[in-house]
């Protein structure tokens, strides 16, 4: 057994590069140290053998499952199931986590089910965000007098939560970076631009968060060009209404 789990921890290395600052823009960083499908872990090699080499599923099977449930878990006198939660993919824990709290709601889906969602409830969480994985662990407590739900289940879980803090998501073509720093490009009163600095936050590629320097109710220069100038008088155009 401590082959397997040796073969595993060296070739399957969970750590969060962080990001890279350059500039005054961060970005995400991605290393190649852990398998991007969860079927490829079944390729790990275990060890060398009289010629053979013995592969990780010819001694398990890595699938999406789950721990089977051994303990009674009852909410206000019924049936319920206990599962832990980590947020992963495009979330961002360090955002959203200050805001998840026990009692707070959840809806649970279960795969072709999705139009029929359970309401839990958020038990406690870890109050801490794991170093290495940068994940908040919390405990949902869901219902379940009909017994639907199965251990082994996989299942989505919905937190209808904002982010801590308040941040401002503009088309990243908004962003003018130049020798005089980093700013937007905002149309204020009487139609003449500003030039307003702001402290970017997250990039997601076609846009990008702003962390200060905007309310929230300013009108934004989608794409600014070199030869906009500071207190020029222009004619805004509305966006175009979605799909159109």
């Known amino acids: 057994m401590w082959i397997v789990r040796l ?27 852990s398998p991007e499908i969860l079927s490829q872990l079944n390729e790990i090699p275990i060890r060398y053998v009289n010629g053979a080499i013995v592969y990780l599923r010819d001694v398990a099977f890595v699938h999406d499952g789950y721990t089977p ?56 969480t870890a109050n801490a965000i794991d170093p290495g994985t940068r994940t908040l662990l919390a405990e949902v407590d869901i219902p379940n007098a009909s017994h639907d739900l199965l251990p082994g289940m996989f299942v989505y879980v919905g937190f209808k939560i904002g982010t801590s803090g308040t941040r401002w998501r503009v088309p ?41 320097g905007l309310h929230g ?13 500071e207190g020029q008088v ?3 155009i509305p966006p175009s209404p979605a799909g159109g």
Request: hydrophobic share 40%; aromatic share 4%.
């Open 69 to 124: 449930q051994t303990k009674l878990v009852r909410r206000d006198g019924r049936h319920s199931a206990l599962l832990p939660v980590l947020t992963s993919g495009s979330a961002s824990t360090l955002s959203w986590a200050p805001n998840v709290k026990a009692g707070m709601p959840v809806r649970v889906s279960v795969r072709g089910r999705l139009l029929q969602p359970v309401t839990g409830a958020v038990t406690s």
């Open 234 to 236: 222009v004619r805004p």
């Open 172 to 212: 990243a073509t908004a962003v003018v970076i130049d020798a005089d720093g980093t700013r937007v490009v905002t149309v204020g009163a009487r139609n003449a631009l500003h030039f307003q600095p702001v402290v970017l936050g997250r990039d997601f590629g076609d846009s990008i968060d702003i962390q200060a």
């Open 217 to 229: 109710g300013e009108t934004i220069v989608k794409q600014p060009t070199v030869s906009y100038q």
């Open 7 to 33: 073969a595993i921890l060296s070739q399957n290395i969970v750590r969060s590069p962080g990001t890279a600052k350059m500039g005054s823009i961060e970005y995400d960083v991605a290393i190649n140290s």
